[in-house]
């Protein structure tokens, strides 16, 4: 099993930025992908940026050109830059964890806590 903290969220102001980080530990070697998810109230849990231990990235469509996702594989920690934020990104973000470089929150059997990013002037 791995264990997730992220950390990095609070209150930002429109078109500002932010980075998000998640710590991973326990059973690393397992890990093959790390994703971050958001989850604004009273919506699902919508899948936001992955990154494989190859580099390889995927990015959902509203984030695209705006959030870059990257990890540093010696520490076991992935980031999220969050860049010219919109209100529309205000959410617990959560960062995950899973074996397949995969959009479907079901293929990430390991989650953070979460981190509450709010975009607002």
Known sequence: QVQL????GGLVQPGGSLRLSCAAS???FSINTMGWFRQAPGKERDFVAAVARSGRTNYADPVKGRFTISRDNSKNTAYLQMNSVK???TAVYYCATGPLF???AASYPDWGQGTQVTVSS
Request: aromatic share 0%; charged share 40%; hydrophobic share 15%.
């Open 5 to 8: 903290v992220e950390s990095g």
């Open 26 to 28: 326990g059973s690393i």
């Open 87 to 89: 209100p529309e990104d």
């Open 102 to 104: 995969r959009e479907n």
